[in-house]
């Protein structure tokens, strides 16, 4: 073996504290909310959103680690009520009478509502501690009841630079566990393209590294692009695959490609892809890529995601097909998309900009005598300024 170790080269270098963990610094900087945490020792129920290979599991095994409490681990694509029942029942050693169990919930949004409704009770008393992982936005996959008891920590996607830290410290393992003397290094090119390849993704970094230092002993450019297309080391479909098939799949629509739209589509459906996540998605596309040039794209694509509901699979996948069709034919303007995103970057950069008076609500005569809703035209001329005086030239559609 190229390592003198059984242990997978991500649990070698996985971070032991707060202090060796990379990226996330809005949430693990100097009084961050997880530092704060991490400091006091405290753990309560919450929950981690965010793209994969961010460091979900990792933080979750770091809090808990320092709250000196055991973590039981599951995933929620193959665990069920009986799993939870066993960790319930369980005794526990080592453990402060004050905390209760902690269970760590990969994928949580795999968990049907029935399967959140069993956990709600538990998590309510405070027998159970959750901490749950999620690459979907909760607000959509997470009952209210449950997510009401959770705090929810959003985390973003690795940047260059930390991808690039990762790649060093990555290295850093290899050569000091190595059974050779000689020291492994990468080249420029090389990790440039890791860089790309890896998205942001930590996990799809160390999988690529480990890889291709143990089908060639070295870690070259030609060497990562050959492992890349080795058939037998493909990344796991919920992963990478997911997100590189989704995106493919919006790119494919916003080109009006319906023949590899419906591709990418029979391939989310044959992986068992939640129909769901692929309406949502549609719905979404509909009025950021389609918008005003066919509004008539939003109703279908919410009446999709009805039929979706009603009918599971595998007939659902017909509901698909029909309005994926449909999107990728429109024409398309994302004039409403682009408006929204420059209004929000004014709203970013000046703040609450005060509300012209002829605009105000009057409720009282107070407000009437200083000018609220004083000169106010239900249909005023078309050059009237109805914005902030400070954005009275500005233009969004």
């Given at each position: 073996?190229?390592?003198?170790?059984?242990?997978?080269?991500?649990?070698?270098?996985?971070?032991?504290?707060?202090?060796?963990?990379?990226?996330?610094?809005?949430?693990?900087?100097?009084?961050?909310?997880?530092?704060?945490?991490?400091?006091?020792?405290?753990?309560?129920?919450?929950?981690?959103?965010?793209?994969?290979?961010?460091?979900?599991?990792?933080?979750?095994?770091?809090?808990?680690?320092?709250?000196?409490?055991?973590?039981?681990?599951?995933?929620?694509?193959?665990?069920?009520?009986?799993?939870?029942?066993?960790?319930?029942?369980?005794?526990?050693?080592?453990?402060?009478?004050?905390?209760?169990?902690?269970?760590?919930?990969?994928?949580?949004?795999?968990?049907?509502?029935?399967?959140?409704?069993?956990?709600?009770?538990?998590?309510?008393?405070?027998?159970?501690?959750?901490?749950?992982?999620?690459?979907?936005n909760p607000s959509f996959e997470?009952?209210?009841?449950?997510?009401?008891?959770?705090?929810?920590?959003?985390?973003?996607?690795?940047?260059?630079?930390?991808?690039?830290?990762?790649?060093?410290?990555?290295?850093?393992?290899?050569?000091?566990?190595?059974?050779?003397?000689?020291?492994?290094?990468?080249?420029?090119?090389?990790?440039?393209?890791?860089?790309?390849?890896?998205?942001?993704?930590?996990?799809?970094?160390?999988?690529?590294?480990?890889?291709?230092?143990?089908?060639?002993?070295?870690?070259?450019?030609?060497?990562?692009?050959?492992?890349?297309?080795?058939?037998?080391?493909?990344?796991?479909?919920?992963?990478?695959?997911?997100?590189?098939?989704?995106?493919?799949?919006?790119?494919?629509?916003?080109?009006?490609?319906?023949?590899?739209?419906?591709?990418?589509?029979?391939?989310?459906?044959?992986?068992?892809?939640?129909?769901?996540?692929?309406?949502?998605?549609?719905?979404?596309?509909?009025?950021?890529?389609?918008?005003?040039?066919?509004?008539?794209?939003?109703?279908?694509?919410?009446?999709?995601?009805?039929?979706?509901?009603?009918?599971?699979?595998?007939?659902?996948?017909?509901?698909l097909a029909h309005a994926v069709?449909?999107?990728?034919?429109?024409?398309?303007?994302?004039?409403?998309?682009?408006?929204?995103?420059?209004?929000?970057?004014?709203?970013?950069?000046?703040?609450?900009?005060?509300?012209?008076?002829?605009?105000?609500?009057a409720p009282t005569k107070l407000?009437?005598?200083?000018?609220?809703?004083?000169?106010?035209?239900?249909?005023?001329?078309?050059?009237?300024?109805?914005?902030?005086?400070?954005?009275?030239?500005?233009?969004?559609?």
């Amino acid at each position: 073996m190229p390592l003198n170790t059984h242990q997978p080269l991500a649990d070698l270098i996985r971070p032991k504290n707060l202090d060796e963990f990379i990226g996330q610094s809005h949430l693990v900087g100097l009084d961050k909310p997880i530092r704060i945490v991490y400091d006091k020792q405290l753990l309560f129920s919450l929950i981690f959103w965010g793209p994969p290979g961010v460091g979900k599991t990792t933080l979750a095994k770091i809090l808990a680690k320092n709250a000196g409490v055991q973590i039981h681990q599951l995933s929620a694509v193959s665990a069920g009520k009986n799993d939870i029942k066993k960790i319930l029942n369980s005794d526990q050693v080592s453990q402060p009478s004050l905390i209760s169990k902690v269970l760590f919930l990969d994928e949580i949004h795999r968990f049907n509502k029935a399967q959140q409704d069993f956990l709600l009770p538990y998590v309510e008393s405070g027998q159970l501690t959750l901490i749950g992982a999620t690459t979907e936005n909760p607000s959509f996959e997470i009952i209210s009841p449950l997510l009401s008891r959770c705090r929810v920590f959003i985390l973003n996607q690795l940047s260059d630079k930390e991808i690039g830290q990762i790649i060093n410290r990555v290295i850093s393992e290899i050569n000091r566990h190595s059974a050779t003397a000689k020291s492994i290094k990468i080249t420029k090119p090389a990790r440039d393209w890791l860089i790309q390849m890896a998205n942001g993704d930590a996990r799809q970094t160390i999988t690529m590294i480990d890889n291709t230092f143990t089908l060639y002993n070295d870690l070259s450019l030609k060497n990562f692009v050959s492992t890349l297309q080795n058939k037998f080391l493909r990344f796991d479909k919920k992963g990478e695959e997911h997100y590189n098939t989704i995106s493919a799949f919006i790119k494919s629509m916003r080109a009006s490609d319906c023949n590899a739209a419906i591709y990418y589509l029979a391939r989310m459906v044959d992986a068992g892809e939640d129909p769901k996540f692929i309406a949502r998605r549609m719905i979404i596309f509909a009025s950021e890529d389609i918008g005003i040039a066919n509004s008539s794209a939003l109703m279908l694509a919410n009446q999709t995601f009805q039929a979706v509901e009603k009918i599971g699979y595998p007939e659902c996948a017909i509901n698909l097909a029909h309005a994926v069709i449909y999107l990728a034919k429109s024409p398309k303007n994302r004039s409403c998309y682009d408006a929204l995103r420059s209004a929000q970057e004014d709203v970013k950069n000046f703040g609450n900009l005060p509300i012209p008076l002829n605009l105000r609500n009057a409720p009282t005569k107070l407000m009437k005598e200083i000018g609220y809703g004083k000169g106010y035209k239900k249909y005023p001329d078309k050059n009237t300024n109805l914005l902030p005086d400070k954005l009275k030239n500005s233009k969004y559609v």
